[in-house]
């Protein structure tokens, strides 16, 4: 179940004017949606942050859990203004302690995303929060390894959702909020 904001929300228009697309990066054929310019911009950042505490304020979020490296600057701001605890889902070998670690596939090979144990606990209420979704693939692995440590996962969030590519079908019914989606552009 993918849940988009309002539509008629008007703010949206603007924070996806924000976003910028650079075609051929880091390889060709990918057209690739930059948030550093919507970072440029106070009021986008501002109204995308807004858009997402307004949904999540009232839903008992114990954990918002950013993955590497975009959902580190959305996730703290939301899980400040929430009450939340934050902890990054990293690339292997980043992270200092012990480790639990989830493989998923990419186009050519597998990643792997990390997280310290024990920073989540079992039962804990999670959101799980990253630029974008395109393949499913990150979002996936990541919704494993909060599963795996006992962790309840409410809701994904993304500021991006390349809905062609049909990644909210990895997620396996976990619900998907998002607040633009680049469909056929
Ligand atoms: P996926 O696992 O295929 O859903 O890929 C999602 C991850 O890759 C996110 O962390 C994104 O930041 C990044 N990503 C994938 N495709 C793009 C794209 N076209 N533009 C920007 N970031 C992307």
Redesign the pocket.
Known sequence: MTTTAAESDPRLAHIKESIRTIPGFPKAG??????TTLLLDHKAFKDTTDIFVERYKDMKIDVVVG?????FIFGPPIALAIGAKFVPQRKPKKLPGPVVGEE?E?EYGTDRIEMHVGAVQPGERCLIV????????????GIRLLERVGAEVVECACL?E?SD?K?RE?LKGKPLFILVDFEGE
Do not use: H, S
């Open positions: 990918i057209l690739f949606r930059d948030v993955i590497e490296a975009r959902g998923y990419l990253d630029d974008l979704i395109a393949t499913g693939g990150t979002l996936a692995a991006i390349l590519l990644g990895k």
